[in-house]
Protein backbone atom coordinates (compact mmCIF):
# COMPACT_ATOMS: atom_id res chain seq x y z
CA UNK A 1 0.00 0.00 0.00
CA UNK A 2 1.38 3.61 -1.04
CA UNK A 3 -0.11 6.67 -0.24
CA UNK A 4 1.10 9.61 -2.85
CA UNK A 5 0.25 13.34 -1.33
CA UNK A 6 0.46 16.50 -3.30
CA UNK A 7 -0.89 19.77 -3.61
CA UNK A 8 1.48 21.93 -1.17
CA UNK A 9 3.18 25.04 -1.99
CA UNK A 10 3.89 28.64 -1.08
CA UNK A 11 0.23 31.08 -0.83
CA UNK A 12 -0.07 34.15 0.67
CA UNK A 13 -2.41 34.85 3.80
CA UNK A 14 -5.94 34.47 2.72
CA UNK A 15 -5.34 32.42 -0.13
CA UNK A 16 -6.04 28.73 -0.51
CA UNK A 17 -4.94 25.29 -1.72
CA UNK A 18 -5.69 21.92 -2.03
CA UNK A 19 -4.42 18.90 -1.28
CA UNK A 20 -4.79 15.44 -2.56
CA UNK A 21 -3.48 12.05 -1.37
CA UNK A 22 -4.32 8.79 -3.70
CA UNK A 23 -3.82 5.90 -2.27
CA UNK A 24 -2.89 2.67 -3.93
CA UNK A 25 -1.78 -1.23 -3.69
CA UNK A 26 -3.55 -3.77 -2.20
CA UNK A 27 -6.68 -2.54 -0.74
CA UNK A 28 -9.57 -4.45 0.36
CA UNK A 29 -11.20 -1.51 2.02
CA UNK A 30 -10.28 1.72 3.19
CA UNK A 31 -12.29 2.56 6.54
CA UNK A 32 -10.93 6.18 7.18
CA UNK A 33 -8.63 8.69 5.41
CA UNK A 34 -6.81 11.47 7.76
CA UNK A 35 -4.87 14.87 7.23
CA UNK A 36 -2.36 15.80 10.20
CA UNK A 37 0.21 18.46 9.94
CA UNK A 38 3.15 19.10 12.18
CA UNK A 39 4.76 22.84 12.21
CA UNK A 40 8.25 23.33 13.16
CA UNK A 41 8.83 22.71 16.97
CA UNK A 42 5.44 21.13 17.72
CA UNK A 43 4.13 17.70 18.04
CA UNK A 44 1.81 16.71 15.01
CA UNK A 45 -1.40 16.81 15.13
CA UNK A 46 -5.09 15.60 13.29
CA UNK A 47 -6.29 18.54 10.50
CA UNK A 48 -9.38 16.34 9.30
CA UNK A 49 -10.70 12.70 9.21
CA UNK A 50 -13.32 11.12 6.83
CA UNK A 51 -14.73 7.60 7.08
CA UNK A 52 -16.70 5.45 5.24
CA UNK A 53 -20.37 7.55 4.97
CA UNK A 54 -18.92 10.31 4.39
CA UNK A 55 -18.92 11.43 7.75
CA UNK A 56 -16.33 14.10 8.68
CA UNK A 57 -14.28 15.90 11.79
CA UNK A 58 -11.73 18.28 12.13
CA UNK A 59 -9.75 20.20 14.28
CA UNK A 60 -11.21 23.33 15.64
CA UNK A 61 -8.60 25.54 14.73
CA UNK A 62 -9.50 24.96 10.96
CA UNK A 63 -13.29 24.55 11.35
CA UNK A 64 -15.29 26.27 8.71
CA UNK A 65 -12.38 26.78 6.56
CA UNK A 66 -10.53 23.69 5.27
CA UNK A 67 -12.90 20.60 4.09
CA UNK A 68 -12.11 16.90 3.59
CA UNK A 69 -13.30 14.97 0.93
CA UNK A 70 -12.90 11.93 -1.13
CA UNK A 71 -13.35 10.97 -4.58
CA UNK A 72 -16.28 8.31 -5.79
CA UNK A 73 -13.89 5.55 -6.26
CA UNK A 74 -12.82 6.09 -2.47
CA UNK A 75 -9.40 6.23 -2.84
CA UNK A 76 -7.86 9.66 -3.16
CA UNK A 77 -8.84 12.23 -0.12
CA UNK A 78 -8.80 16.08 -0.88
CA UNK A 79 -8.09 18.75 1.66
CA UNK A 80 -9.69 21.71 0.47
CA UNK A 81 -7.81 24.62 2.85
CA UNK A 82 -9.16 28.25 2.76
CA UNK A 83 -8.51 31.18 4.35
CA UNK A 84 -5.16 30.09 4.77
CA UNK A 85 -3.27 31.87 8.07
CA UNK A 86 0.59 32.06 8.72
CA UNK A 87 -0.35 29.56 11.09
CA UNK A 88 -1.37 26.72 9.13
CA UNK A 89 1.72 26.53 8.01
CA UNK A 90 3.33 22.86 8.23
CA UNK A 91 4.10 19.91 7.15
CA UNK A 92 1.18 18.21 5.92
CA UNK A 93 0.44 14.10 6.22
CA UNK A 94 -2.15 11.76 5.03
CA UNK A 95 -2.89 8.73 6.26
CA UNK A 96 -5.03 5.83 5.79
CA UNK A 97 -6.77 3.15 8.03
CA UNK A 98 -6.71 0.64 5.68
CA UNK A 99 -7.58 -3.46 5.68
CA UNK A 100 -5.46 -4.72 2.78
CA UNK A 101 -7.14 -7.79 2.40
CA UNK A 102 -9.41 -10.72 3.84
CA UNK A 103 -6.77 -12.35 5.76
CA UNK A 104 -5.06 -9.19 7.69
CA UNK A 105 -5.79 -6.82 10.17
CA UNK A 106 -7.10 -2.82 9.35
CA UNK A 107 -4.01 -0.54 10.20
CA UNK A 108 -3.09 2.82 9.65
CA UNK A 109 -0.84 3.35 6.42
CA UNK A 110 1.03 7.37 6.02
CA UNK A 111 2.21 9.10 2.73
CA UNK A 112 5.08 11.31 2.95
CA UNK A 113 4.42 15.09 3.85
CA UNK A 114 3.69 18.03 1.94
CA UNK A 115 4.80 21.44 2.75
CA UNK A 116 2.23 24.15 3.04
CA UNK A 117 3.66 27.88 3.79
CA UNK A 118 1.41 30.57 4.16
CA UNK A 119 3.51 34.03 4.01
CA UNK A 120 3.14 37.50 2.49
Known amino acids: VQLQASGGGLVQPGGSLRLSCAVS????????MRWHRQAPGKQRELVAG???????NYADSVKGRFTISRDNAGNTVYLQMNSLKPEDTAVYYC???????????????WGQGTQVTVSS
Open 95 to 109: SAEIKPDVFRTSRDF
Open 25 to 32: GSIFRINA
Open 50 to 56: IISGGIT
